[in-house]
């Protein structure tokens, strides 16, 4: 039996599974259906954490004039929520209001007592990752831009590891980036990153071919960090978007212990397969309850729509080990 190092959410959503498949989708999905906002057209690739007894989380919104920005939106049972009416605004160090483009694919990572918000940013045309914290999601700052240009998927770990941050990555180009790799770097700071690697790179597998990019900030098992991920193939209709699966060292993130040849969930469900952008299933965030082992995966559904799936630690950990490539 694995156990999942981290907090007890007892709260937190769940559903048996009625299938064999290492993640079941949950059976009222899509969770986040299109317009919830006022002038949004749809909610998709977004994350949240348990916060105050509950869950409170930064969105991917697409407005009404075609750019996405990040709102915030919170709930009680992590299924219903509220948000926003107003985009949030990260503010600089000096008090100034943050500059951007655009902003997209949030993930949200607690840190000891803060919490870290991780996004693609638009800037001088290109996109960038940007890194701001918040303690209360009612105040957020800006902190730092990590890399150049052109960089998307920005994971951070949950904690320090060896008294260092680590960030997952993906350098990629100004359009849709048809290749792409994991990479992993690590800061004393969250300002200045180095020793950049590369953690994974694309598959042999269909479905992870074109490219690869971190998806959910790492959980931590006591078997290792377990990263849910996405892979990207190409077809005569444009990329698909699955989820991959794989286990990092616990105390040396930067090796791959086992990474799972076959996809843990790929686009079948209508939502899924129609949509603004068809077959696309994008993790962007997972609860995770110490006490059950049961995880929770929200992920973006043909960039359209919140779809959430469910796995235990052991189910998913057994099939990247039955699987692995
Ligand atoms: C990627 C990102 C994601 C999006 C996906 C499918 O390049 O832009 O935000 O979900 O493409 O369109």
Known sequence: MAKIIGENIPNMPWEEPTTDAPVWRYSQNPIIKRRPIENVTRVFNSALVPFNGGFAGVFRAETDNGIPYLYFGKSEDGLNFTFSKERIVFHTKDGGEYKFEYAYDPRVVKVEDT?????????????????????????????????????????????KINGKYYLLSRPSDNGHTPFGDIYISESPDLVYWGNHTRL??????????????????????????????HGATQTCNGYVYS?????????????VKYRCGNFVLTPEADYETIGFVPNVTFPCCALADAATGRIAIYYGAADTVVGLAFTTVDKILDYIVKFKR
């Open 115 to 159: 919490y870290y918000v991780i996004w693609c940013d638009g800037q001088y045309g290109s996109p960038v990752l940007a890194l701001g914290k918040t303690q209360d999601f009612e105040h957020f700052e800006f902190i730092s831009h990590p890399f150049l240009p052109f960089n998307r998927n920005g994971v951070l770990f949950p904690r």
């Open 200 to 229: 994974m790179e694309r598959g042999y597998e269909w479905w992870q071919g074109l490219k690869i990019g971190a998806g959910c900030a790492p959980i931590e098992t006591d078997e290792g960090w377990l990263l849910i991920y």
């Open 243 to 255: 989820m991959g699966a794989a286990l990092l060292d616990k105390d040396d993130p930067r090796k």
